[in-house]
């Protein structure tokens, strides 16, 4: 199992997960992040510091998002293949029009 980057992050950005993952499992591309589903370790370190709640274990993600699992792992395959290097660092968010902290 693994923890799944879903909808809420699109346009938003927000990296407070990602300087408390243990695995540095995070990269991003323009749009979002996105987890890499192999070295997580589905500690859940990075759920609670997610100011829109988009981020769920691959079992727990509601049916409407259930196609971030692929996205997820198609995309970090993708940004991998690019040599796009993990995300370790926080960044300023996007902060987009869709953008909504809960």
């Known amino acids: 199992m693994a923890f799944v980057v879903t909808e809420p992050c699109s346009d938003c950005k927000y990296t407070d997960c990602v300087v408390v993952c243990p695995c540095e499992c995070f990269y991003q591309d323009e749009k979002q992040l996105y987890i890499n589903p192999d070295p997580c370790i589905d500690c859940g370190a ?26 997820n792992r198609a995309r970090v395959a993708e940004l991998i293949q690019l040599g796009t290097a993990h995300m370790t660092d926080k960044l300023p968010p996007l902060e987009g029009p869709g953008c909504r902290k809960v």
């Open 46 to 71: 990075c759920a609670p510091e997610c100011p829109v709640e988009a981020l769920f274990l691959d079992r727990d993600i509601p049916p409407q998002w259930q196609d971030y699992i692929e996205i």
